[in-house]
């Protein structure tokens, strides 16, 4: 009984509000540490800052939403599962996105309904360029840009995005990509160098060009 | 022009400058603008490559629906503290068991019912307020109502809500039974509900809160937002979404515990779940969501559990299968259902 009244305690003084140092200055390296020593706040943490992003992320590889959110749950379980033999991480976002794209992966061969291309996943990573404002870049630049982002070959499109939206480093986008950070490197260095290549010269340099 | 285009590659290269555009803080803000200083011939490169990084999207982006988000978190929670509860002692893994027992919201009926008594919810004093308002509902009824101030309320069966006018600058409800909150946002006028015991008291958020006179239990199960609950003996605990506060009046203790959405909440939806439930329960809650009376007729044994899952049905429909299963014959006559035993054929 004096057990159980304990026990109860302690579910009692749960307080659920991030209030401890290491969530309020999102010190993702403290966080995962906490979370593989069990820590319910952490995993929670985890899950309100990347749930959406996973599912959102994993979405644009596969259209059945249903898998799709089946996979980030089975992803967050094995990860409870398995949290004394993980390693440290060095940026928990990479990690969870390269474990979602195994998965899903994974699931998707086994099912052999969608024939994958291993060199990509033809399916997804539509780019949109969004006009954000009205300085920097022309009208008719964005649409270039998009097009020219639309038509490179799966995986510097996906490098893009995890570069530029997601805003992952190289290391990170490798660890996800399975790819050395030099050919992470090389990679972005090639969808780039074809993406600059297309803008405009300044207005005032002269007379516009319209490379295509 | 391409040296241009190659000074534009080198900034949109640089991973630093793209972590910059994408995610200031004050040391790179330092940084960057201490370059274009001494790089002012830049600034132009800088501000098309800013463009283009801040351009990129997703053609598509997919949002998980809030259901979907609250229900596995909370499936993620409770895997969680199964885990952590199995890696402790045997002790341990007893009181999870029991928890999740609770998280079920198992109605656990007290003898013979303690019934309404129109005492447990006492009118305001009425010098300083105007009007009171009751909504009531019977046994087999649902109500919708909107408060004052924008908040929805959905009162399940024989439940009932009072509530003072003026209510926007005091929102003080009172609940007997159960229902469903959904609040407006006011930070500066908090929203409280007030059961028999307990005191829940909220900014904006939506919950579910479950206190039948007649059940030694009161349950808070918080489905958006931020919720402090406490009862008359002091236990008090904040909820956030996907925790259920449990107040157990019989052991006098507040259990906080994680839950089903669906399984709580699903009523106001037209949802009716059985996951196991023991038949005499499963009679109970039809008797309450269809407003019947069921009337054993020759002694058959009220045995077993029932797994069912039903949105909107008919109570005829939902006999079809709970007899097939428990191999017993019914027929409806007005509010009543009587039960006998299987015909052999």
Redesign the interface.
């Given at each position: 009984m004096n057990r159980k009244k304990e026990a109860h305690k302690q579910t009692v003084h749960f307080k659920s509000d991030f209030d401890n140092e290491y969530l309020l200055q999102r010190d993702e390296c403290a966080i995962w540490k906490r979370f593989k020593e069990g820590d319910e706040q952490s995993l929670i943490y985890i899950y309100q800052q990347y749930a959406g992003l996973l599912y959102n992320y994993g979405s644009q590889f596969c259209s059945r939403s249903e898998f799709v959110k089946d996979c980030v749950q089975e992803l967050f379980y094995e990860l409870i599962d398995r949290r004394k033999k993980l390693g440290d991480v060095r940026s928990i976002k990479a990690y969870l996105f390269s474990c979602l794209k195994r998965k899903i992966v994974k699931g998707l061969k086994k099912e052999e309904r969608f024939l994958l291309n291993e060199k990509g996943l033809e399916l997804g990573f539509m780019i949109a360029s969004i006009p954000i404002s009205t300085q920097g870049l022309e009208k008719s630049e964005y649409v270039v840009i998009e097009r020219k982002l639309n038509a490179l070959p799966p995986q510097q499109k996906e490098i893009i995005l995890l570069y530029f939206y997601e805003g992952l480093s190289y290391l990170e986008i490798a660890d996800i990509m399975n790819i050395k950070v030099k050919s992470a490197r090389a990679l972005a260095y090639r969808a780039l160098n074809s993406l600059t290549r297309l803008l405009l010269p300044y207005k005032k340099k002269g007379s516009i060009h319209f490379p295509l | 022009?391409?040296e241009?285009?190659?000074k534009?590659?080198d900034l949109?290269?640089n991973?630093n400058f793209?972590?910059w555009v994408?995610?200031p803080n004050q040391e790179t803000n330092h940084y960057w603008s201490k370059w274009l200083l001494t790089h002012s011939e830049r600034k132009?490169d800088v501000?098309?490559a800013?463009?283009?990084?801040?351009?990129?999207?997703?053609?598509?982006?997919?949002?998980?629906p809030d259901e979907?988000?609250n229900q596995?978190?909370s499936?993620?929670?409770s895997?969680?503290?199964r885990?952590?509860k199995e890696?402790n002692d045997l002790?341990?893994r007893k009181?999870f068991y029991k928890?999740s027992g609770v998280a079920a919201a198992i109605v656990l009926m007290v003898g013979a019912a303690l019934w309404y008594n129109d005492n447990t919810l006492s009118t305001p004093s009425e010098h300083s307020i105007s009007e009171v308002i009751r909504k009531k509902t019977g046994s087999g009824q649902k109500l919708t109502l909107q408060l004052p101030d924008g908040s929805k309320v959905v009162l399940n069966a024989e439940s009932e809500i009072t509530y003072a006018i003026p209510f926007s600058s005091n929102r003080e409800v009172k609940l007997s039974g159960e229902a469903f909150f959904d609040v407006k946002k006011d930070p500066e006028h908090p929203f409280t509900v007030l059961t028999r015991y307990t005191t829940t008291k909220v900014v904006g958020t939506s919950f579910n809160i479950r206190s039948y006179t007649y059940e030694s239990e009161t349950a808070i199960s918080v489905l958006t937002g931020?919720v402090e609950v406490s009862d008359h003996n002091g236990?008090?605990?904040?909820?956030?979404p996907a925790?259920q506060g449990v107040f157990d009046f019989k052991h006098d203790?507040?259990?906080?515990?994680p839950f089903s959405a669906e399984a709580i909440a699903g009523w106001k939806d037209g949802l009716l779940l059985f996951n196991n439930t023991p038949l005499t329960e499963v009679m109970d809650r039809l008797e309450k969501w269809y407003g019947v009376q069921f009337e054993i007729t020759d002694g058959t044994l009220m045995e077993g559990k029932y797994t069912g899952r039903y949105n909107n049905a008919s109570l005829e429909k939902i006999l079809d299968g709970v007899s097939y299963a428990s191999g017993f014959d019914f027929k409806i006559k007005d509010k009543t259902v009587l039960v006998h035993k299987k015909q052999r054929k």
């Open positions: - | 022009m391409a241009r285009a190659s534009i590659l949109l290269e991973e793209v972590q994408l995610s132009e501000e098309k800013r463009q283009i990084v801040l351009s990129t999207h997703y053609k598509k982006s997919f949002t998980l979907d988000y596995i978190l499936d993620v929670v895997h969680h503290r885990r952590i890696s002790i341990g009181l928890i931020k236990h008090e605990a904040a909820l956030i925790q203790q507040l259990l906080v515990t």
